[in-house]
């Protein structure tokens, strides 16, 4: 068990690490439940997988403790961070009568988490809510940092909110049940920490890849762990991201949109294998530009293929071209004015944000990447 503490004036709250944690629920979150009296029942939102898989669970153990549930139930994917589902979402929440003292349990991975964590945002102007994340991408990443959104005809996660959960909670157990490519994909965000800042974990990694994804249950607890660690204590300092520390999180996103955006946002290429793909290409635009060397971007590329991600752009065999994706990246919500920050690589384990990319040459280096 582990409980990381995520330190933010006048809104702390605690990330609690544990398995079988889901079933103990009511007792662990006493407190972010005890507005729910009388007849009232406590909503709980989950996408119709995940509420088959844990939907009676929860139902149980809320029960074991005197509370009920109320579901509000979407279909798993992207497409439900919408605006039509966020009104249905919230019409619900306001037609249950929900108040600011109230938690809204988002049971699911970061789909719901962030159709929740919004929704919670917008809702009486701030109501609260408790993350329970039941994939690793969203355990390690979404769960954690109080960045909730919709997508939008303009782009991915254009319209939302900076808004804390009260509390998370990890169950790793829940992990068993994750899809294997789903688990590749959430271990691409877990990478992302040791690439952007912590050379050792990054090390680690690559001797530990294969226990993490076969859910060894130490190996996985401390990759987990390590992860939050990191994003709690970069939270903490830039927590808005007004300033490049809390930007490092980026590693992969700007490539990644833009091949999520090219895929139609589909299952063709999930979030995690976009990150992952971005990250690769951000290390060998890294030695192109001579901040690391080409055996450090191999290196970095190398890990990421030998997890079972994709770390080729060929390899998607994309109908576009190299300036198709920068045009994506333009709209990118990390856009500043005229200028495109990109998140890249000094050394592994040390990333930092470059403002002074020339988006004609890294249209170049895309055709290149499409063509290899």
Known sequence: MAVIPVALAG???????????????PAVATRFLASYTGARKVPCVADTATHRLYGAGLETSLAAHGFAADW????????????PVLERLTDWLLGLGVTRSDHVLALGGGVVGDLVGFAAAITKRGVGFVQIPTTLLAQVDSSVGGKTAINTAAGKNLIGAFHQPGLVLIDPLVLDTLPDREMRAGFAEVLKYGLLGDAAFFGWLEANAAKVLARKPATLEHAIATSIAMKAQIVAEDERETRDRRALLNLGHTFG???EAETGFSDRLLHGEAVALGMALAARYSARRGTISGADAARAVEAIAAAGLPARLAELGLACDGAALVEHMRHDKKAEGTTLPFLLLRALGEAYVARDVDLADLAVFLDQELAA
Do not use: N
Request: charged share 25%; proline share 3%.
């Open 72 to 83: 509000f139930i979407v279909e798993p994917g992207e497409a439900a961070k919408s605006w």
């Open 257 to 259: 949109h833009a091949l």
């Open 11 to 25: 809104r702390a709250y605690e990330v609690v690490i544990e398995q079988g944690v889901l079933a103990r629920l």
